[in-house]
């Protein structure tokens, strides 16, 4: 599941994000590449594939996430959350709707989404998704958060694309950040990233 550098291919890519969230500090970006059942499959396709809202991130079902979570994965969710919650750190911060980054989309954005910035999306809101491309956002007292998922078709199959973006909204962001990398990196993206390869055969072995 490797972690590829923002300088390589991601920033070549022709997605919207690369605009959209021009100056916020891209943290990482990893990759996964899917075995091609067949041509023309596009991630929203996959986003609505029937049985996604049973393997969501977060235990909410109204959510179309891809990743299901590990044992690990959940035991370090869950201890997170319950810290969180003792110092308040998952409370949104006062005038969200004036920070979200939705209201940098355009005209042409909104009528290309196939789903209404700010809906809610487990614990996170949909920025936007148009067929390829989906951006969600989750905004604390920790961190002003982003992920982009992108699906692309290649010569050989295809290649699923995970963005992180964060913006510091305090001090204390860059500190958490640096806090939580390890686990994120060493445990739970990858973890998240193989339940992805597992949700796309499931769901097109049979297409």
């Known amino acids: 599941m490797p972690r590829i550098s923002a300088e390589e291919e991601f920033e070549q890519l022709p997605l919207r994000v690369h605009t959209l969230l021009a100056g916020v500090p891209l943290h990482d970006v990893w990759s996964v590449d899917l075995p091609r059942w067949r041509a023309g499959i596009t991630l929203d396709e996959f986003l609505r594939t029937p049985g996604n809202s049973k393997l969501d991130a977060c235990g909410c079902s109204e ?39 939705a209201v940098r989309l355009t005209d ?21 998704r148009f067929e390829n491309e989906q951006l969600l956002e989750l905004i604390n007292r920790t961190a002003h958060a982003a992920a982009l998922s992108a699906l692309v078709e290649t010569a050989t ?24 990398d ?26």
Not at 77 to 100: M, Q
């Open 63 to 101: 959510s179309s996430s891809l990743f299901t979570r590990s044992l690990l994965v959940r035991i370090l969710l869950d201890i997170r959350f319950f810290v969180g919650r003792f110092f308040g750190w998952d409370l949104e911060p006062p005038a969200t709707t004036r920070k979200t980054f």
């Open 182 to 207: 390890p686990f994120r990196k060493l445990i739970v993206y990858p973890s998240l990233l193989r339940s992805v390869c597992a949700r796309w055969n499931q769901a097109f072995v049979t297409g």
């Open 108 to 128: 042409t954005d909104h009528s290309r989404s196939l789903v209404t910035a700010g809906t809610q999306d487990g614990f996170f809101r949909v920025v936007y």
């Open 157 to 180: 199959g295809y290649r699923f694309y995970l963005g992180v973006y964060v913006r510091s909204v305090s001090r204390f962001t860059p500190f958490y950040m640096a806090l939580i």
